[in-house]
């Protein structure tokens, strides 16, 4: 393990833990650096251990680190859109896709707005969780494939295709 390559991040490592606790205070200060504001938190916790502020931000634009890498901790961003597409827009220009939710009382339009985001989960009118009988993964950088479910254990067999045709059925190609 050596720090300076930053292969030191091992989850179960404490050293790991506090490493991730700096990348994440580096991301928010980029980001309040570069203009962001934090309408809460923003900061770690003063307290012994890996602790970090809830922390809202908001007026996160592309330039940021918080725009386009993954925030592990207590940490949401906040956009405020126009529309719809806007909104849809913005969901999706993001090299993940793990999972995403839509609140809304009209439950078409969350449904139309829901099916246009790129993730391998949506849910609407309720964050993103995981539940046993639902496949979880994602798309993009956030992988690919399922897990749990009846669709998950698909993932880890082995199939093969069998095509039985008569002994007397002429051979042919897909073009006839």
Not at 85 to 111: C, H, K, M, Q, T
């Amino acid at each position: 393990m050596d720090l300076e390559d930053g292969s030191a991040t091992v989850i179960n490592d404490p050293l790991g833990v506090i490493l991730g606790v700096q990348t994440l205070m580096d991301q928010v200060r980029d980001a309040l650096d570069k203009g962001a504001t934090a309408v809460v938190g923003g900061g770690r916790v003063d307290h012994p251990g890996a602790f970090v502020q809830p922390t809202v931000l908001v007026g996160v634009t592309p330039n940021m680190r918080a725009f386009r890498e993954e925030l592990f901790g207590p940490i949401a961003v906040v956009y405020r859109v126009r529309d719809d597409d806007e909104a849809v827009s913005l969901a999706n220009d993001s090299p993940y896709g793990l999972g995403g939710a839509v609140f809304g009382s009209d439950i078409s339009r969350a449904r139309a707005v829901a099916s246009r985001i790129e993730s391998g989960m949506v849910w609407i009118n309720h964050p993103t969780s995981s539940e046993p009988e639902l496949p979880f993964g994602g798309i993009k950088r956030s992988g690919y494939g399922r897990e749990l479910s009846h669709l998950g254990i698909k993932e880890f067999a082995n199939r093969k295709l069998l095509v039985t045709m008569g002994a007397d059925t002429p051979i042919t190609d897909a073009l006839g």
